[in-house]
Nanobody, 126 residues
């Protein structure tokens, strides 16, 4: 069984910064992709940022950012610790959402599948 646990959400003023962290644990054999999605009230869930594994069979090592966060957010990953962080700078009210950690994981007993964290609230408001 695999768990993704997020931390680091909260309330911040416009222009401020927050750092989200996510740790994957359990019977992990390999993680191809780790990333972050977000969902604002009344809107669909969207991918915010994604980072792939250097040793992935199906994905070249790369990062992806949705246009609205480019230059403000930075995703980083520690493959040895199975963690992924999202540094969010110059936050705007439109960044307010529940942020979900996401990973594509092959476990020791199951084929590759998608896994999600429980979500952490980020609120940008003065």
């Amino acid at each position: 069984q695999v768990q993704l646990v997020e931390s680091g959400g909260g309330l911040v003023q416009p222009g401020g910064s927050l750092r989200l962290s996510c740790a994957a644990s359990g019977s992990i054999f390999n993680i191809d992709v780790m990333g972050w999605y977000r969902q604002a009230p009344g809107k669909e869930r969207e991918m915010v940022a994604r980072i792939t594994s250097r040793s992935s069979t199906y994905y070249r090592s790369s990062t992806y950012y949705v246009d609205s966060v480019k230059g403000r957010f930075t995703i980083s990953r520690d493959s040895a610790k199975n963690t992924v962080d999202l540094q969010m700078n110059s936050l705007k009210p439109e960044d307010t959402a529940v942020y979900f950690c996401y990973a594509v994981i092959r476990t020791t007993t199951q084929p590759t599948g998608d896994y999600w964290g429980q979500g952490t609230q980020v609120t940008v408001s003065s």
